[in-house]
C-alpha cells in the first residue's frame, strides 16, 4: 500500500515559475529503488507524459517531453521519499492538472500510464497570460 501526494500547484502568470512535489507514504522500498514521474491533463486534452527520473541503481536517467524540454526539471529526495518538477518559464499551455506516478522496480517504459504502479491524486496548475 502506497499513497502519493503532489503540492505545489497554484495560479501563476505566464512566465512564473512553480515547484511541484509529490511525497510518498506508506509501506515501500528502498527509495533508491523507485521509478518516478509527472503527467498532466489540460483542459479537453488526454492525459500526457511530461518527465521521468529513472532510479538511482539505472543512474537518475531523466526523460521529458518535447513540450516541456529546457523549462522543467525533475528531481528526487530519497531521504523525503519526495520527487520534485521544477518548472519554469510556464505558458498558459502548461495549464492541466499534473499528477505523479511511480513504480518500485525498473521496467522497459517511461512515458506511459501503464508503465507506472501508483499515482497521486493531482494538482492544479493555471497559468494565465
Known amino acids: 500500500q502506497v499513497h502519493l501526494a503532489e503540492s505545489g500547484g497554484g495560479l501563476v502568470q505566464a512566465g512564473d515559475s512553480l515547484r511541484l512535489s509529490c511525497a510518498a507514504s506508506g509501506r515501500t522500498f528502498s527509495s533508491v529503488t523507485w521509478n518516478t514521474g509527472w503527467f498532466r491533463q489540460g483542459p479537453g486534452k488526454e492525459r500526457e507524459f511530461v518527465a521521468h527520473v529513472s532510479s538511482d541503481w539505472k543512474g537518475r536517467t531523466t526523460y521529458y517531453a518535447d513540450s516541456v524540454k529546457g523549462r522543467f526539471t525533475i528531481s528526487k529526495d530519497n531521504a523525503k521519499n519526495t520527487v520534485y518538477l521544477e518548472m519554469n518559464s510556464l505558458k498558459p499551455e502548461d495549464t492541466a492538472v499534473y499528477y505523479c506516478?511511480?513504480?518500485?522496480?525498473?521496467?522497459?517504459?517511461?512515458?506511459?500510464?501503464?508503465?507506472?504502479?501508483?499515482w497521486g491524486q493531482g494538482t492544479q496548475v493555471t497559468v494565465s497570460s
Open positions: 506516478a511511480a513504480r518500485r522496480y525498473d521496467s522497459s517504459g517511461y512515458q506511459g500510464s501503464e508503465d507506472y504502479e501508483y
